[in-house]
């Protein structure tokens, strides 16, 4: 039996694909075809989240006694396994392969500032008078990087330290934040993902709760991402977040979206 | 509201996953720990329906959990529950285990061996979910043969939809839209997204 169908029954034909597709029952090429059509198509992609959320009931039915062997094996990898960015979640659907590299955060950052003045120099030494504003920015450039690093070091740090808690909650609409702590570094840092996008004229602004008095702690721009919080933990008793506008404030301007505790 | 009580499905109950999945992201190790307790079982057990080798299938478990701890920081809570999250990954690695494995003329021979064998009648008896099996095997009941047939057979067994329709000697066309109908009566029964 061969299909010869037009393209509206085509298309017509993919949306009664979602169980199929939901099921893992489709080969490719018509696997990828379907996503391809998944992507521009909202109802299709609704019915196909709620028969993974179906198969996952009859899935989860199938529970077994895991081997304790296993989840020691799992934990002895963790270290090697780099983890992926949160900021980077607009792709989340598209699989990727495990690629297991020594866990180096901040590489990148650490790498950028040799490049910036790399290229500025090749430029300087083109164009002669403009040397000096280049050298000026690749020091800028540098000196972000190395403030970038600075916050990825510090926050690797805190998370190691053996006293760090963690405290998370949810933000209507479902994002979700976390605060880690450690009282003896005097230190908090910030994780949150799947925070609605503001507009370039707004900003998440992070605030050490001082038993009702909120302290600026740092900016979140963008929709989620991490942040080491910028001052001592001193007497604070949670973190809150609200959004300001781009710059942040010196008080929160508006109510708090979420407020975490240390506790 | 309909009469009908729908019990709470696992991801209600015991540690909120969600949280855990946000901690895991921030590279929380003891949190991660909790998350593989909460979901390496399920994990397991629908690896294990697909792929049947025991080996194998730890090996394809091991992986999906890694996999969870390096995209953490990708789930969307808003799409989802963590537990559909973790096991559509676990699936999806099962499946392509045994197609990449296969080859063609196995695969004849294997839709030969198996396409007797009634799907759903070897559940592991266990006490912990025994509630949400009995709601799952209820919801089953409420399907045709065939569309319990073709949903089961793809899940649960890792075949195409063009090796069902070769097994319950169907038109594709109508496997297709079966495992779509069957699907949706086990989630209107089940209560997702009510």
């Known amino acids: 039996m061969t299909d010869t169908v037009d393209t509206a ?10 169980g199929a597709y939901a099921t893992d029952a489709l080969d490719e090429p018509e696997r990828g075809r379907f996503e391809r059509h998944l992507a521009g198509c909202e109802s299709c992609a609704e019915e196909v989240a709620e028969f993974a959320e179906t198969l996952s009931r009859l899935g989860a039915a199938e529970a077994v006694a895991v081997p304790p062997e296993l989840k ?85 740090a805190l998370l190691t330290a053996p006293d760090a808690r963690t405290a998370t909650g949810t933000v209507r609409g479902g994002a979700v934040g976390t605060v880690v702590w450690s009282s003896a570094r005097g230190q908090a840092g910030f994780l949150a993902s799947g925070l609605p996008a503001l507009g370039a004229d707004r900003t998440y602004q992070l605030w050490f709760n001082d038993a009702g008095t909120m302290r600026p702690a740092g900016l979140l721009p963008g929709s989620g991402g991490s942040l080491l919080l910028q001052g001592p933990l001193d007497g604070a008793v949670g973190v809150g977040m609200t959004v300001e506008p781009a710059g942040g404030s010196a008080h929160p301007t508006s109510a708090p979206i979420m407020l975490l505790a240390f506790a | 509201m309909s009469g009908v009580v729908h019990l709470p ?40 329906r697909v792929l049947r080798d025991p080996a194998q299938s730890e090996e ?20 989802g529950e963590v537990m559909a999250w973790v096991l559509t990954m676990a699936h999806r690695r099962a499946v392509d285990r045994v197609r990449a494995a296969q080859a063609a003329t196995d695969r004849e021979q294997r839709v030969a061996a198996q396409s007797h064998v009634p799907p759903y009648d070897e559940v592991a008896e266990q006490v912990e979910g025994r509630l949400e099996r009995e709601q799952v095997r209820r919801c089953l009941r409420g399907l045709t043969e065939l569309q319990r047939e073709a949903v089961l057979l793809a899940y649960f067994r890792g075949f195409s939809y063009r090796e069902v329709a070769d097994m319950l000697q169907t038109p594709l066309g109508t496997v297709k839209t079966r495992m779509r109908d069957g699907l949706i009566r086990l989630r209107d029964c089940l209560g997702v997204g009510s």
């Open chain 1, 9 to 18: 029954a085509a298309t017509a034909d993919l949306h009664l694909l979602t």
């Open chain 1, 72 to 156: 020691r094996r799992v934990l002895a990898e963790l270290v090697t396994v780099r983890q992926l960015a949160p900021e980077a979640h607009e792709d989340a659907d598209s699989p990727v392969p495990t690629d297991r590299v020594p866990r180096r955060r901040g590489r990148a950052a650490r790498q950028w500032p040799k490049l910036a003045l790399a290229a500025c120099l090749a430029l300087a030494a083109g164009l002669g008078g403009l040397a000096v504003q280049q050298h000026d920015q690749a020091q800028q450039a540098r000196a972000r990087a190395a403030r970038l690093e600075a916050q990825q070091a510090g926050f690797s």
């Open chain 2, 9 to 48: 499905g696992p991801q209600f109950r015991g540690p909120d996953l969600k949280e855990l999945v946000s901690a895991t992201a921030f590279g929380d190790q003891d949190a991660f720990g909790r998350l593989y307790d909460a979901v390496a079982g399920p994990v397991l057990g629908l690896v294990r």
């Open chain 2, 60 to 79: 394809v478990a091991q992986e999906v959990m890694l996999e969870v701890w390096r995209t953490a920081a990708r789930y969307r809570p808003e799409r």
